[in-house]
């Protein structure tokens, strides 16, 4: 099992900042892989950012290439999403992932409550 609490959105003009971090705890942090998602009103989840078990690689939507950097800290059970240049389209909730792989044909995704991000125009 592993737990995801969220923190870190709010409401922000467009252009602002915001740092979204996400907490573990429940499993080895170093031992799986964490991303981020979203969910904006009447659309379907979609993939955000994610990044390896040791932070080696990161990988990103590209619609906020360029914009979002993920990193984790696995000192501290806690990845960063740190979101610059904030477009209106960026609002959504956004929700932290666990992608944990217990053999090769066996994972399971664990989910944080999720946080909004309200960016305004």
């Known amino acids: 099992q592993v737990q995801l609490v969220e923190s870190g959105g709010g409401l922000v003009q467009a252009g602002d900042s915001l740092r979204l971090s996400c907490a573990a705890s429940?499993?080895?942090?170093?031992?799986?892989?964490m991303g981020w998602f979203r969910q904006a009103p009447g659309k379907e989840r979609e993939f955000v950012a994610g990044i390896s078990l040791r932070g080696g690689s990161t990988y990103y939507a590209d619609s906020v290439k360029g914009r979002f950097t993920l990193s984790r800290d696995n000192a501290k059970n806690t990845v960063y999403l740190q979101m610059n240049g904030l477009k209106p389209e960026d609002t959504a909730v956004y929700y932290c992932n666990a992608h944990v792989v217990v053999t090769h044909a066996i994972m399971t995704d664990y989910w944080g409550q999720g946080t909004q991000v309200t960016v305004s125009s």
């Open positions: 429940g499993r080895t942090f170093s031992s799986y892989a």
